[in-house]
Structures are given as C-alpha cells and as structure tokens.
C-alpha cells in the first residue's frame, strides 16, 4: 500500500501550499527504458526508430491511447495553474495556461478576492481532503494513469491511481446527464474529430480546485478537452475552459502527457479516505471549518 502523507505548509505571510508527499511517484516510477507496448498494441521499433514512429491504431481505425501515462511536463500546474516563481517548497514553472498569453486565469473582480482568501487558507483545498480532483485538474494531480479502449465498447475508461478516480468517457452520442446532476468528476461526452479526441464535460459539481493555489471551480464550469496522439508515447493536452459567472472570458491550458515506459509498472493502491480531517494536526494554531 501506498501511504499518502498529506501536510499543510504555511510558506509566508502572503501565500500558502498544500504538500502531498509520497514514497513514490508515477514520474519517478516512469523514467525507465522504453516499454512502448505496455497496452497489448501492434509493437513498434524501440530505442531512436521509437522516437520518430507515429502510433498504433485500435482495430476500429482509432488512435490507441492505451496503456499507463504522466503529465511531468504539467508538474508545475499541480501547485499553481498560473505561471508563477520558486518558493520555500513550490516549484516554480510556467503553469498550464496559454491563453490568455499572460499566463493568468481571467477571473472577475469577485473571483480574485475568493481566490486569495483561498490561497491565505489552503487547508482548504478539497483534493487536501481526500475528495476528487475533478476535471482537468485529475491529468496533472502527480500519480499515474492508465486509459483503456475496450474493443467496440461505447466509452473510453480513464482510471487514475490518485483517489482511485476514474472517468467513463461516453462515445454513444447520447446527450449530458440533467443539470441538476452535479458529480466531481463532471459528465465526459466525446467524439473524434480525425485523430482528436474531444470531450465535452458538464455537470461539474464546483467543490474542486484546479491546483493548490487556490484557483477555485463553481458548478457552472464547462471543459472541452482535446487530446491528439503526437507519437506513440505523447498526447498533447488541451482543455478550453469557461464559466461566464466566474471568468471575464473563456480561457485555455494545454501540456503534454507522457507514456510510463517502464516495465512492470502498475497503478498502486492510494491510501486517502474522502473527508480527511487531520490537517489541522499539520499546520499550527489551524482549526479546520
């Protein structure tokens, strides 16, 4: 089993962080030789003639996005979406967003200020407590990934090691469950588009953040993602995100998920109990609300 230490930090004065810590990672798990048919797909050539294959296709002429992956590349997104610098314990980086070309989340005046009274209570950050992390912050949260394509199956299945979540990406070409139904991880409605898949996701329940920086969701988010296979070991994530109750425009982030190569590897058990209540035990003079 693995055990997820969960602990609050409070870094200055002016800003916050929640830490997760962990024996091990899926990036650290993933950095060994090429495994590239870790997914039961067509092989393919290995070592330097592996960088410049295309990809494998499943039997219905689709993409294969099979097999186990990480998002490193978005390892600074998992702190804050938005660009941001070094800190005591944060791992500065150029975030997730790409538009706006500044690198900020476009909120309303309104949204600014709940912001940062989130970021002056991080303990509040509800993936802190064990609940999910919702869509797209579920991609970057820094545990592995497996996605499945199950021949003539209606759906695609994304299973995450983080909080056992997993996604049930409908093909059928029904429409999104009633708006009154309200889930963590939202409704995932896809089609393809040549090569592209698209996931249109509603019904998001906006109790989940997209990092640990405070950047807040309410229940009106809509997500479309767009993942396009590059090579065989490389999606290229992109996600449009709009709330017209919360954002003054629509906006985008976009990173690259990468293919866990390494033999053997395996989505490991994610010891983390929805409600977790000991934060307080973390953090001096805290008192949980």
Not at 2 to 30: C, D, E, K, N, Y
Not at 255 to 270: G, V
């Amino acid at each position: 089993m693995r055990t997820l230490s969960i602990l609050t930090t409070i870094l200055t004065s002016a800003a916050a962080m929640v830490l997760f810590t962990a024996p091990s990672t899926a990036q650290q798990r993933g950095d060994a030789a090429s495994r590239p048919n870790v997914s039961g797909s067509s092989s393919v050539a290995t070592g330097a003639a592996q960088k410049a294959a295309h990809f494998t296709r499943t039997t219905d002429g689709k993409p294969n996005m099979q097999g186990y992956w990480d998002s490193p590349q978005a390892g600074w997104a998992a702190w804050d979406i938005e660009k941001h610098p070094d800190g005591f314990q944060i791992l500065g980086g150029p975030g997730a967003v790409v538009d706006p070309p500044d690198g900020k989340i476009p909120y309303q005046p309104w949204g600014l200020e709940k912001r940062q009274y989130f970021i002056d209570h991080p303990k509040e950050d509800p993936q802190a407590h064990c609940f999910l992390s919702g869509v797209p912050r579920q991609w970057y949260t820094p545990f592995g990934l497996q996605i499945l394509q199950p021949p003539g199956a209606p759906y695609i299945l994304v299973l995450h090691e983080s909080h056992h979540a997993y996604r049930v990406i409908k093909l059928d070409g029904k429409p999104h469950l009633p708006p009154s139904i309200k889930l963590f991880e939202g409704d995932s409605v896809a089609k393809w588009e040549g090569d592209t898949l698209v996931i249109d996701v509603k019904n998001l329940n906006g109790k989940t953040w997209f990092d640990m920086a405070g950047n807040f969701t309410t229940e009106n988010l809509h997500v479309v993602e767009r993942l396009t296979m590059a090579n065989i070991n490389t999606i290229n994530y992109e996600a449009t995100i709009e709330d017209s109750t919360l954002y003054t425009r629509p906006w985008k982030i976009a990173f690259t998920i990468t293919r866990i190569t390494k033999p053997n590897y395996e989505l490991m058990e994610f010891a983390c109990y929805e409600g977790e209540r000991d934060l307080e035990h973390y953090v001096e003079g805290a008192t949980l609300k």
